[in-house]
């Protein structure tokens, strides 16, 4: 069974300009995860798409990040305009079905390390 | 307000010893925590887990203790071997499957 793929691996940006990063969960997961991890902290979620519904959004900065999931499969987060707080590893997930976390396992991609100069 | 709290940031242990590493947290409505394991370049992945009906949770090589009045867990790894060596998360969620993560443990293991 294929992982979640993640792209890019690496991006440097400059302060105020945009960037979008992709997400390809494992094949059949409903349920997926945007997580922002900076350098020194745990991954915090930033938001949890059920399908192609917004499940959980509460902790995603809406006036410069934005995420889709259009057709409920792929997923891309954007930011627009970038800040240098915004540098971090943004990590994607995906699990069968929303559920209790005891029985629901979350699948991580390898992460997009973003530095923002 | 950090919720889940690992306050050892790194830990070194030889080769066939025990590793211990430990996770505290504030919201009593915690109901379920998991371990993560990280390699570099890598993304967590899941290592074990265990719900708060209990105190203890054992496979192979990893035990997770819980101690609710004490709001505290622990990870032992018995024996330690070089391929343990990575970073650790330690995980809570409140009746969902939204986890808070504490903010890691980096476990070396030399020979």
């Known amino acids: 069974e294929a992982g979640v793929a993640q792209s890019p691996r690496y991006k440097i940006i400059e302060k105020r300009q945009s960037v979008a990063f992709w997400c390809n969960p494992i094949?059949?997961?409903?349920?997926l995860y945007w997580y922002q991890q900076i350098l020194g902290q745990g991954p915090k979620l930033l938001i949890q798409?059920?399908?192609?519904?917004?499940?959980?959004d509460s902790q995603l900065p809406k006036d410069r990040f934005s995420a889709e999931r259009l057709k409920g499969v792929d997923s891309t987060l954007k930011i627009q305009p970038a800040k240098l707080e915004d540098s971090a590893v943004y990590l994607c997930?995906?699990?069968?079905?929303?559920?209790?976390?005891?029985?629901?396992?979350?699948?991580f991609g390898p992460g997009t390390r973003l530095t923002v100069l | 307000d950090q919720q889940v709290k690992q306050n050892s940031p790194s830990l070194s242990v030889q080769e066939g010893r025990i590793s211990i590493l430990n996770c505290d947290y504030t919201?009593?409505?915690?109901?379920?925590f998991l371990w993560y394991k990280k390699y570099p370049a890598e993304g967590p992945t899941f290592l074990i887990s265990?719900?708060?009906?209990?105190d203890k949770n054992e496979d192979g090589r990893f035990t997770v203790f819980l101690n609710k009045s004490a709001k505290h867990l622990s990870l032992h790894i018995v024996p330690s071997q070089p391929g343990d060596s990575a970073v650790y998360f330690c995980?809570?969620?409140?009746?969902?499957?939204?986890?808070?993560f504490g903010t890691g443990t980096r476990l070396q293991v030399f020979p």
């Open positions: 997930a995906s699990s069968r079905h929303q559920g209790l976390a005891g029985s629901n396992e979350q699948f």
């Open positions: 094949s059949g997961h409903a349920t």
């Open positions: 798409f059920q399908n192609n519904g917004v499940v959980d």
């Open positions: 919201n009593s409505m915690f109901d379920y």
């Open positions: 265990i719900s708060s009906i209990k």
């Open positions: 995980a809570a969620s409140e009746w969902t499957d939204k986890l808070i």
